[in-house]
Each structure stands twice: as C-alpha cells, then as structure tokens.
C-alpha cells in the first residue's frame, strides 16, 4: 500500500513539471491560449530572450522548433521543448510565450524565455591543505565560467567525502557557499568549506566463529582492511569504505582456501571504541571441511591429462583448496609459479579458457571437471609503442620480445614489461600498471592479437654539481651522464637540446678536485646495442687521478710525494641464449699505470716506483630483476675473475745482495728478496675472484626483503712474488672515500669506520713496515626496504639492515664464521638529475676502537 501511495505521488509530480511550463506559456504570452480547444499554427518566427551565454540559434536548434513548421498550441510538444532546455542544467527559469499573430490568424510569433544559471568565476576551497587542493581541483573536474546547480553541489560534495574517506575520515562535512562576484557580471563563487573532523582509524577485528581458521590468517586475507596489532606495523589502519567489501569477500577465500567451501559470513559490525577508533566485529559459519576426490579433464587435445595434472599438482584426498585450484589453473600467484593457464598461453593460445565444474558432491568429497576450451592460437598482429617522446622507437622495440608475426607467449610479454622497466628512460610503475601501462587487444575473428605499450618518459641524465668532505679535506665534483645519448644524432643540428638524445647510450665526464690535494677525471661511453642489431653491448672508458701530499687545511703544500693512475678499458657484453636470455657474458681488458714517488703511507706496500696493471677480465652475470631503482623481485648474480699475465713464472733472472742481475734456472730460483719495489712490481700480476647474489622478495604490498652474499678472493701465482700491491680489499665504512680512488677495491660496512676491517701486514718495501692487506673477504647482508615515494621525479624508501662480513690477509686465514656483526636503519632518494643519495646509522657490534655507532651518506650506489 505504501508503495502504491509513493507511485501516485511521483506521477502526480511528473504530471505537474509537464503541465506547469505549458501553463507558464500561456499565461504571460501576448494571446491568450485556450486550453480546452487547441489549435494549430504555423512558425511564423522565433526568439530567445535572456541569453547572455548562450547564442540565440544554439537555443532553438535545442528546442527543434523551425520557421514554417506546424505546431499545436497547447500540446505535449512544447512540454518537451521545456524539458530539453531544463535538461541542459545551464538554465534556472524557462518558458514559452506567443507574442502575436499573423494578419490571417494561422501563423504566431515565439518567444523563449530564459534565465541563465550565474557562471561561477572561482572554485575555493577552505579547510583543506595545499596539497590537497590540487588532488581535489583535478577529482571534481571543475573549471572556470562553468555553471552551478544543485546537481553539480551534490555530487561535488559527495566526491569530497569519498576523497576524505579514502584517507580515513569518515565524519566530513562540506559546506557549499555562494557568492556574487563583484567584478564579472553575472557570476558567483562557489566555496567548499569542508570540516574532515577526526582521522577515524580501525583498532580492532574480532573474528567470531572461526574454529579451524586461525585469527592471523584471516587478518592477513584483509589487504585494506587492518587492526593496530604489531604485525601490521607497515599498514594503514584507516577504514576504507570502498575496499571493505573486497576484504569481507577475501575473508570468505581464506575459509575456501582450507578446505570450508561452505562457509559464509553470517554477519559484520562496525562501531567506535573510542572516538576516533573503530571496532569490527565478523561472525562466521564455517561450515564442513571437504576433500578432492575424482579429477577429470574434456576438452584438452594440446597437452595431455598427465600433463595438466603435472600443473595442477592436486591429488585425491588433497584439501578442496579451490583457491589455490584457481591460481593453478587461471594465474595470480607468484610470478615464477607455473599455472595451466600460462602454459597455454605461452604457446600461443591466447583465448584459452579453463572453468572447473563440480559434478559431484557426497559427505565430504566433492569430484572436479576442468572442462577447457583451447581455442586457436593467436599471432601478433601490431605492436604499438605510445608515450616516447624523447627515446628512439627502436630502442623500445629491441628491448620486447613480442614480435609482429609471432605467436603470442605470456612469458615473453611479461619479459617485455621487465626489460621496458629496467632500460633506464621509463617510469618503472607506469609500465607495469596494468590499467595504463599496457594493452592486449585480441581479435577472435582472425586470431591475431595487437600489444600497446605506453611507455612514459623520465629525466635520465644526471647533472652532479657538488662538494664533500674527505680525506681531510674540501672534494668539489662537476659531472655531466647522458644515459639516452645519441652518437646516430651527432650531426642534426635540431638534437643538440642540449646534447643529442633518444638512442639509450650512455656518455659519461667527471671532474673532481680539491684543489693541490687531488684531481680525478674520467671519462667512458656505452652502447647497448652495437651494430643495432644484438644485445652486444661495448663500453670505453678512459681515468686519470692524482693525489699529493698538500693539505690546505693545514697549510701544507707539497709535490714531493705523489700518486698517480692512467687507466684505459674496454670491453663486450653479450646476452646468452643458455642457460637462459637473462645471462650476460662479459669480457674486457684494461691497462692501468700507478705511479708512486715518495708515497709513504699504508695504502701499498710499496712506496716508490711505477706499476703496469694489464689484466682481462671475464664476467658471467644473471639480473632479472624487475626494474633498477626499487626491485621487488628477482635476483642478481654475477661471477668473474680478472687475469693478468703470470709475468714471474717465465722469470728466468734474478739478483744478487748488490743489486746485480744474474740467470738462474727457473722461476723456482728466484729470490726476490734482493729486488727493489720498481724492479719486483713493475710488471704486477694477480686473479682475482669475485662473487655475488642479491635476491629480492616481496613480502606485504611493498614491502622487500633483500638478501645478498658477496666474496671476493686475490690470489698470487708464485708464492716467492706473493700478493698485488694493487686490487685488493679494503673493508668497512661507507664504501666511499669522499673522492675517487684506484688500486684497492672499497667495500663498505656500516658501522664501522673506513677500512677499519681490513688487516695490515708487514712490508720491507714500505717506510711505515706495514701495508694493508685485504686479500679476502666476504660480506652478508638483509635488508627490509619499504618506499615512501615512487614517483618518476623521485623514489624514497627507508630501510633497515642486518650486515656481517670480514677481511683476511690469507686464504689459508679465511675463515666465514668469523664475521664483524653490524645493524642499523637508513633512507634512499634517487633524484633522476642527481641519482642516489642517502645516509646510514649503524652500529658495529664487534667494533671496539672506534666506538660502535656510525653514520653513513652515500652517493650514487647501493649497498
């Protein structure tokens, strides 16, 4: 009955807005209208009155009216023409009169009136902060010189709530004001003042009901949805209004996932414990646990049911775990899990469809059929590359594996997304975003398939203008590194903005200097892709430094003690095809000078004299990491030893206690205890070892766990010539010296002062009769990051640490349970013009010389 009364009342309504313009239209026109005999006319003419906005032909073309045509006065029609205008919301006050009447009576003269809704000249905004004006401005959509009405008020009002409450304020009022602009004619300003109240977060989750699921599984299944229990220190624990209901649907897969197909959610509470806080309350039915009985398959003619059953990896009497059977079957798991789905997809089956039936249910058992629809396989029609503005499309397309003519494979795709991601000149976010990153357009008709990849370009060149800190003393660095660079563009005079840019290469120059002290300056150039045609990538550089003995700060100027480096190197990446198209096979040469005069320090074990590094170095690494920046999966390893010529075992001279040169036998008979430092190191001779493996996992929504195990070994060839003055190891601190350094390799360990792991041996050769003599190290690392900011203009993230590691002067010393212990916390900011900064606090726990806490700043590299 109430119903019925409701009905009547919205008809009558409706009656009324159809009747009362007609009315209007009759009662203040020049003729009078007869409502009780209608008649019919001809347009003689028709004009707007009232328009200020809007041209008087767009109006009428609205209200379809047209010189000559027929019209009954009153009628149904002009009820319409009304409502079209109201319709357009631009209007607040619309009516039609008949101003007059042909000399024959069978013509009359239209007027539409109209009344302009005010335009608003300004948007405000009260009770917000700056931050959020912009967030808001661009939700609302709102624009000067548009029009107001109740309409546009309420659903602005109720995108600001839903804004708010997306950040978890849940009691927001919005006040819409109005008033008259005093400049601008016939327009207003519209203010929203809104009150966003307490930020209303979630305190506690009481699960009811579930006796054989457990209360940290369940918290876990929520991912918006979380209670301040420590466990969930990294969440949010604001309420999202939008996001409960997929939680509450997650809760019921948690209770499906161990087996309670039947179980529901019989009912859910949310009320305040205190102001601010709110409580949740679920009470469930769990219902009986079932088993997997009978598995059958139809429909599969491509692989067979052992196959698929090797896939499925479910067996009878497993738990009838549907989720993990959807994720077996559909995808969704981790990344290098394999489903069915993936399979077919991977040989072109692009319209597969898998869907598993439920034939038969008895007590507890229940028998599955998969019943597959394999379709045809789909070949790669158009890939479409959106958004490089700046980078050549070339380079785009030889970094994806999905090529026109293929046939579609899910993995290569993926494997596209990954090496789009980690080429350096994209937003790695904005790639792997599945709602604008990529598109995958099929075509059933003709089994072809079109991929889009809308890339989005980032600042990748770096300009460093800096000073430091280091060696006792002020380091200024200017460097330029253009990692899009263009040699193919040298010669067009419209790329030198500033330089040529597009073909990913990568020009690199630096200068460093503290004046007297010391002097860097390097150089080095990188193309990926030689020839253009294979992953071959080669790569030049050429260094020189030069350190004295003046230090300004104490006013000493000195150039009689020195140490000099020239260095040149080159070398050639390949990408593998074995094991698999992740590993780069690497071999390079490099020939470095030292030139030492006067050089009394504990750096070398020699203090005068001149060095030849001439070395080859071979290198196999695996990286398959999802982007550069901040990984959150995949591993990077990499194994190389780098040789130099063993000069001593084709030694067939040596010298006697007056420093005469005389023959010998063999290598075996030298006695290199009469040879001066320029005489026993000229030549120097090493290989070194060296290994590494990082692994990232994700763990809860961003947050990673990095791991990572590092060793370095140099050995001799001739135990009588012994250890390279040059390559070894220098262990702890920051890994940074404050300037560029050659001839030792710095590893850092946070906290504990520089090199302060590294041990030091006795030297005949050194004034000081002791060197340091890191030949052996190896280091353990585990990190917690979690991003603050991901954002193509900037990346933050915070982290904390666990690191072991030490330094011997022996392989025979080594020794991998006697470990310096460290622990700390820090923050990362990669600027895209700057590259990354950041700073470390850690403490040493085996530290007791320098004392046990130290900080940390880092420049350009990670630990």
Same mark, same amino acid.
């Given at each position: ?284 039915? =769990? /219902? ?5 009985? +009978? @598995?059958?398959?139809? $429909? #599969?003619?491509?692989? !067979?049911?052992? %196959? ?65 629809? =394999? /379709? ?5 029609? +158009? @890939?479409?590359?959106? $958004? #490089?503005?700046?980078? !050549?499309?070339? %380079? ?468």
């Amino acid at each position: 009955m109430k119903n019925q009364l409701m009905r009547a009342i919205q008809y009558f309504c409706f009656l009324f807005l159809l009747i009362a313009p007609v009315s209007a239209f009759a009662q203040t026109g020049g003729v009078d209208v007869d409502y009780n005999n209608p008649k019919k006319y001809y347009v003689g003419g028709i004009q707007v009155k009232g328009n200020h906005y809007f041209g008087s032909q767009q109006i009428i073309q609205i209200t379809g009216l047209q010189k000559g045509m027929e019209v009954t006065v009153p009628s149904d029609d002009f009820s319409s023409i009304v409502n079209r205008l109201w319709m357009q919301r631009y209007f607040q006050d619309v009516s039609v009169t008949i101003d007059s009447l042909s000399a024959s009576k069978d013509s009359a003269f239209f007027t539409i009136h109209i009344a302009e809704r005010p335009r608003v000249s300004r948007w405000t905004f009260t009770g917000v902060r700056n931050g959020e004006k912009k967030d808001l401005q661009e939700r609302l959509n709102l624009r000067r010189g548009g029009e107001f009405s109740d309409y546009v008020s309420k659903t602005s009002t109720d995108l600001i709530k839903r804004f708010y409450s997306e950040k978890g304020f849940m009691k927001v009022k919005v006040d819409v004001t109005t008033s008259k602009d005093s400049i601008i004619r016939n327009a207003i300003i519209v203010n929203f003042g809104v009150d966003r109240g307490q930020r209303v977060r979630i305190k506690t989750i009481n699960f009811i009901g579930n006796d054989h699921v457990s209360d940290f599984k369940l918290a876990k299944s929520m991912k918006k949805t979380k209670s301040a229990k420590i466990y969930n220190f990294f969440s949010s624990k604001k309420f999202n209004e939008k996001e409960y209901p997929n939680d509450k649907k997650s809760l019921i897969s948690a209770f499906n996932e161990a087996g309670y197909r039947d179980a529901h959610l019989v009912k859910d509470s949310i009320y305040y414990v205190q102001p601010g806080r709110l409580g949740i309350d679920l009470k469930f039915n =769990e /219902g009986d646990k079932y088993y997997f009985r +009978n @598995i059958t398959w139809t $429909g #599969n003619s491509v692989y !067979s049911t052992d %196959v698929l059953n090797s896939i499925l990896q479910i067996h009878k009497g497993d738990v009838y775990d549907v989720v993990t059977m959807q994720k077996r079957l559909q995808g969704g798991g981790k990344q290098t899990d394999y489903d069915v789905s993936k399979m077919y997809r991977d040989n072109g089956y692009l319209f597969f469809n898998v869907t598993p039936v439920e034939l038969n249910i008895q007590n507890d058992s229940v028998d599955v059929e998969m019943r597959i629809s =394999e /379709g045809k396989q789909a070949t790669l029609n +158009n @890939i479409i590359i959106n $958004g #490089n503005d700046l980078t !050549s499309e070339r %380079v785009v397309r030889r970094q994806v594996f999905t090529r026109p003519g293929y046939l579609f494979s899910q993995s290569d795709f993926e494997r596209s997304i990954r090496e789009i991601s980690s080429l350096g000149q994209f937003d790695p976010e904005a790639i792997a975003d599945a709602s604008k990153g990529y598109s995958i357009i099929p075509n059933q008709l003709n089994n072809t398939v079109d991929i889009v990849y809308n890339v989005t370009e980032k600042p990748s060149s770096q300009i460093e203008l800096s000073g430091g800190w280091g060696g006792n003393t002020f380091v200024g660095t200017v460097g330029l590194a253009f990692n899009n660079f263009s040699t193919k563009r040298l010669f067009d005079k419209s790329a030198w903005r500033p330089v040529p840019l597009g073909d990913a290469q990568n020009l690199s120059i630096r200068f460093q200097t503290s004046g007297t002290y010391y002097t860097s300056l390097s150089a080095s150039f990188t193309e990926p892709w030689l020839f253009g045609k294979k992953p071959t990538s080669l790569s030049v550089s050429l260094y020189y430094t030069r350190q004295t003995d003046s230090y300004l700060v104490y006013n000493i100027k000195s150039h009689d003690k020195m140490f000099d480096v020239y260095g040149i190197s080159a070398g050639i990446g390949n990408r593998l095809k074995w094991p698999d198209n992740y590993f780069v096979l690497y071999n390079g040469i490099s020939w470095q000078i030292y030139k030492l005069t006067n050089w009394y320090s504990n750096y070398f074990i020699f203090d005068d004299g001149i060095s030849h590094n001439l070395s080859y170095t071979l290198s196999l690494s695996r990286t398959s990491t999802d982007q550069q920046i901040y990984p959150r999966q995949g591993s990077d390893i990499s194994l190389s030893v780098a040789l130099t010529p063993p000069y001593s075992l084709f030694r067939k001279h040596s010298y006697d206690a007056e420093g005469n040169r005389i023959s010998v036998g063999s290598y075996k008979d030298v006695d290199y205890d009469n040879w001066t430092s320029r005489q026993r190191f000229k030549w120097i001779e090493y290989h070194k070892w060296k290994f590494s493996a990082a692994n990232y996992s994700k763990l809860v929504g961003d947050l990673v766990l990095m791991t990572r195990a590092q060793f370095g070994y140099l050995g001799y060839y001739n135990k009588k010539w012994g250890y390279s003055p040059f390559e070894g190891f220098l262990l702890g601190g920051d890994g940074m010296s404050g300037y560029n350094t050659y001839g030792s390799e710095v590893v850092s360990m946070r906290g504990y002062e520089n090199y302060s792991l590294t041990p030091m041996v006795y030297t005949a050769y050194s004034s000081s009769s002791s060197a340091y003599a890191g030949n052996v190290y190896d280091k353990f690392t585990v990190e917690l990051r979690y991003p603050v900011i991901l954002q193509p203009q900037s990346t933050i993230f915070v982290l904390a640490f666990l690191e072991g590691g030490n330094c011997w002067s022996a392989i025979n010393k080594f020794n991998p349970f006697q470990i310096k212990r460290s622990a700390g916390v820090g923050v990362r900011v990669y600027l895209p013009v700057v590259g990354l900064l950041g700073v470390d606090w850690g403490y040493g726990f085996d530290d007791s010389t320098y004392g046990k806490s130290q900080f940390h700043f880092v420049i350009g590299q990670q630990f």
